[in-house]
């Protein structure tokens, strides 16, 4: 019997790591002759460095950088030294989780340190940069992360931008002489599981602004100055991506990305998948299993057991979901691959209890579960 195990990090709980070991670990304790394929996932956002070196080996690299506010931060990514491929997780360097809630402010945040991530893979030697951009604190258009690679982004003085997306509605000139040349040998991938367009009424500003401290004055402000940023950019190279889906990710991230680095936009867990190797280990298994935190019928915007359960069905392979909470609508992903679906609190308790026993919890369902599937199988 071939089991193989790819669930997401249960969110301020546990790793997709210790996730998948201790469902591998339940699974054990009824089949111990199972074989058990382990495959850590996740879907571009907290956790897809983490998941991937799980998966894969390589190594995590660390560098100083700009924060989102501009103080000084530490921020880790990924490296697969044997394909020279960089991971980098922006919410690292320029995440939403680096800035107290009473201290956030789209208008002035920065996507500067990410850019700074990107240089230090360069230095590494990296062809092929992986950008995972979810949990930003951004609202920048990514001009932060293209100015740390040499982009300069001068107002009508000949000065260089302040940094934030408020300070784009000052932008006269952008020079491209600075951008480090480096960049054009790259393969760049976007992971993310947004697809927003940047400007309009669901765009960056829109839809993400007021989360990161945009009020409604301020989100219009914000929308108006990428609308000029895209203007400029689209005279500056030749093409206008800001109506792409993913250019609103991450503040706009996505945008620049596409825009200065001719990214590719994939959904995130279709390039965790890729990298740890999902599709070849399903291959002619019994069984998947598959997790999250919550299980709704957000999950089928690309969330990781959505993703999971796609490759599974092009195989013929039944696919059992363990969430922590089974929200509203979860019965719409038995239409999607998902056969059945559980939810990790035995009973009643808190949503920090369940957090701390997550371990105990899944390994006892995954041994409830698999009790269940012996009886399948011997009838």
């Known amino acids: 019997m071939k089991i193989v195990i790819a669930p997401d990090s249960f969110k301020d709980s546990i790793s997709a790591q210790s996730a998948a070991d201790a469902i591998a670990q339940g699974w054990k304790e009824v089949w111990p002759d199972a074989q058990i394929i382990t495959c ?58 680096l800035v107290p809630v009473d201290k956030r402010d789209a208008c002035i945040s920065s996507t500067f340190g990410t850019g700074q991530l990107i240089r230090a893979a360069l230095d590494e030697g990296a062809q092929r940069i992986i950008l995972a951009i979810g949990g930003s604190a951004t609202n920048d258009g990514g001009a932060g992360a293209m100015q740390a690679l040499g982009v300069q982004l001068l107002d009508g003085h000949g000065q260089e931008l302040a940094p934030g997306g408020l300070a784009l509605a000052n932008l006269w000139r952008i020079d491209l002489s600075g951008l480090d ?37 301020q989100v219009r402000l914000l929308d108006k100055a990428l609308g ?32 200065f680095l001719g990214a590719q936009f994939k959904p995130g867990v279709e390039v965790v998948a890729e990298l740890v190797g999902l599709a070849q280990a399903v291959e002619g298994a019994d069984l998947v299993i598959t997790g999250e935190g919550r299980f709704d019928a957000q999950t089928l915007r690309g ?45 009643p308790m808190t949503l920090d209890q369940a957090c701390i026993e997550a371990p105990r919890l899944l390994w006892e369902r995954t041994s409830d579960i698999a009790r269940v599937w012996r009886i399948a199988k011997n009838q």
Not at 42 to 52: I, L, Q, R, S
Not at 320 to 346: N, P, R, V
């Open 40 to 97: 850590p996932m996740a879907d571009g956002g907290e956790g897809t460095v983490a998941a991937v070196l799980a998966a894969c080996g390589g190594e995590r690299q660390r560098a100083e950088v700009r924060g989102p506010l501009g103080e000084t931060a530490y921020a880790s990514w990924g490296w697969l030294p044997d394909s020279h491929t960089a991971i980098i997780e922006m919410a690292e360097a320029s995440g939403l989780q």
């Open 181 to 217: 040349p480096r960049l054009a040998q790259v393969r760049f991938d976007i992971a993310a599981d947004v697809n927003n367009p940047l400007c309009g009424e669901q765009g960056a500003s829109a839809i993400f602004g007021p989360q990161k401290g945009a009020s409604p004055e």
């Open 228 to 259: 000029l940023f895209a203007n400029h950019c689209a005279k500056a190279l030749g093409h206008d991506v800001r109506d792409e889906p993913g250019s609103g990710a991450a503040g706009g991230l996505g945008f620049a990305a596409k825009a």
């Open 303 to 347: 969330k990781t057991p959505f993703g999971v359960a796609q490759i599974a069905r092009e195989k013929g392979v039944p696919v059992i979901a363990i969430a922590g909470t089974l929200g509203e609508d979860y019965q719409d992903l038995y239409k999607h691959g998902i056969d059945a679906a559980f939810s990790l609190a035995s009973g």
